[in-house]
Antibody, heavy 119, light 106 residues
C-alpha cells in the first residue's frame, strides 16, 4: 500500500524559502500516470491546493501563490519536492503531499508537516 | 475562482442519526465534486469522487449526489467514528477549491 511522508524545515524565517520533501513508499510514483499535489491547511482553517505536478513533469500552480512556488519530482528517488519562497506568516500551515486520481481527487495523503513562519 | 459554499458550518447529531451536508458551487461544475473527511490532527481522507462515486473502502452509509451547482453528502445512521469535519472540493476548473468545511459534532 502506497504511503507518503513529508519532511522538511518546520520553522522558516520571513522572506526565506520553505522547502519540503515528500517520500513515496510502497510503489513507484511514476506508475499509473497520476498527478501529484501539495495542499496546505493553516491552523484551524480550510484546505488550499497549491498545484500539481504531472507525470511528464509539467506543473500547474495556484495563482494565489503569486509565482513563489516550485514543485518537482524525482522518480529515481521516488520523491516530490516543494519550494515556496518569500514566505510570510500567512504561509504558516500544515503542508500535505497527495496523489491525485485522473479526476483530481486526492486519494492518498501524507500525514502532513507543520511549517511555521516566524522570526 | 469557483467558490464552494458549504452548509451548515457545524452540525450536531447523535449516533444512529442521518445527516446531510450541502455544497453549492458559484457556477456549474457538472459533477466534478469530491468529498473528504478529516479528523483532528489527521490528513483528510477521500469519501466520494465525481459527486456520487464511493471511494474504495468507504462504508456504504456515505452517499453523494447532485450535479450542476448543488451537491449533497448524506451519512445514514451515524457511527461514532463519523464525527469529524467534512469538506467538498471542486475539480471542474483550476484552481481546484475546497469548501470551508462542516464540523459534525455530538
Amino acid at each position: 500500500q502506497m504511503q507518503l511522508q513529508e519532511s522538511g524545515s518546520g520553522l522558516v524565517k520571513p522572506s526565506q524559502t520553505l522547502s519540503l520533501t515528500c517520500a513515496v513508499s510502497g510503489g513507484s510514483m511514476d506508475t499509473g500516470g497520476f498527478p501529484w499535489s501539495w495542499i496546505r491547511q493553516p491552523p484551524g482553517k480550510g484546505l488550499e491546493c497549491l498545484g500539481y505536478i504531472y507525470p511528464s513533469g509539467s506543473t500547474y500552480y495556484n495563482p494565489s501563490l503569486l509565482g513563489r512556488v516550485t514543485m518537482s519530482k524525482d522518480g529515481s528517488k521516488n520523491h516530490l519536492s516543494l519550494k515556496l519562497n518569500s514566505v510570510t506568516a500567512a504561509d504558516t500551515a500544515v503542508y500535505y503531499c497527495a496523489r491525485a486520481t485522473m479526476v483530481h481527487a486526492f486519494d492518498i495523503w501524507g500525514q502532513g508537516t507543520m511549517v511555521t513562519v516566524s522570526s | 475562482d469557483i467558490q464552494m459554499t458549504q452548509s451548515p458550518s457545524s452540525l450536531s447529531a447523535s449516533v444512529g442519526d442521518g445527516v446531510t451536508i450541502t455544497c453549492r458551487a458559484s457556477q456549474s461544475i457538472v459533477s466534478y465534486v469530491n468529498w473528504y473527511q478529516q479528523k483532528p490532527g489527521k490528513a483528510p481522507t477521500l469519501l466520494i469522487y465525481s459527486a456520487s462515486s464511493l471511494q474504495s473502502g468507504v462504508p456504504l452509509r456515505f452517499r453523494g449526489s447532485g450535479s450542476g451547482t448543488d451537491f449533497t453528502l448524506t451519512i445514514d445512521s451515524l457511527q461514532p467514528e463519523d464525527f469529524a469535519t467534512y469538506y467538498c472540493q471542486q475539480t471542474f476548473r483550476t484552481p481546484h477549491t475546497f469548501g470551508l468545511g462542516t464540523k459534525l459534532e455530538f
